[in-house]
């Protein structure tokens, strides 16, 4: 069966901090990978999503980026954090085929 | 207009009451329907998708008005387990893989 390994579960940093979410997805190949934002009190916000390694495609113009090292591999980055980057970041995979999202557990990020 | 849109509550309900919940979307291309459940502090977690002709699992059912662009989510006999956030998701026909637009939730919260 097919898992997603989303770490940390909780992050603190100080503005001006990088940053670097790992999320992993095991038991199934070339997935369709995603990076969501939830902001309190809004909808999950898509940020990124990758159809391939090396493929990555940014919905939200920020200072974060995405990549994809490895077929099963996302990570999300920042060289600098604002505060507005506080939030709950979800990693999210699908098989493409079909339309439905499997999600990890999600990193709750505080940028004091 | 917002793309999708939901009462955000919060329901407060009795156990072994029915609820429903309502969610409409403003994009006449949305070509797929689904309800995401997300506890508090939780990754969401695909609930069910909506079909055309409206469809049940178990104490849950659904059914989606394409005329009057809304889907709905039914809860028969309410449990203290159901207590969640309730997610309205559509997807836009066409576009790339990050089409999917989530709304912000209705929370329901079912008491003893």
């Known amino acids: 069966s097919q898992t997603i390994h989303q770490w940390p579960a909780t992050l603190v940093q100080p503005v001006g901090s990088p940053l670097s979410l790992e999320c992993t997805v095991e038991?199934?190949?070339?997935?369709?990978l995603y990076w969501y934002r939830q902001a309190a009190g809004r909808g999950l916000q898509l940020l990124f999503y990758?159809?391939?390694?090396?493929?990555i495609s940014s919905e939200v113009p920020q200072n974060l980026s995405a990549s994809r090292p490895q077929d099963r591999q996302f990570i999300l980055s920042s060289k600098k954090l604002l505060l507005s980057d506080s939030g709950f970041y979800l990693c999210?995979?699908?098989?493409?085929?079909?339309?439905?999202?499997?999600f990890g557990s999600g990193t709750q990020l505080s940028v004091l | 207009r917002k793309e999708v849109e939901q009462d955000p509550g919060p329901f407060n309900v009795p156990e072994g009451a029915t609820v429903a919940f309502n969610c409409t979307y403003s994009?006449?291309?949305?070509?797929?329907f689904f309800w995401y459940r997300q506890d508090c502090r939780k990754e969401p977690k695909l609930l069910m998708s909506v079909y055309s002709s409206g469809n049940e699992d178990g104490r849950f059912t659904a059914q989606l008005n394409r005329a009057s662009q809304y889907i709905s989510l039914l809860i028969r006999d309410s449990k203290l387990s159901d207590s969640a956030t309730y997610l309205c998701v559509v997807k836009i026909r066409g576009g790339s893989q990050g089409n999917l637009i989530f709304g912000k939730g209705t929370k329901l919260s079912v008491k003893p």
């Open positions: 990758s159809v391939g390694i090396g493929q």
């Open positions: 999210a995979w699908s098989d493409g085929a079909s339309e439905k999202l499997f």
């Open positions: 994009n006449s291309a949305s070509q797929s």
């Open positions: 038991g199934t190949s070339n997935p369709n």
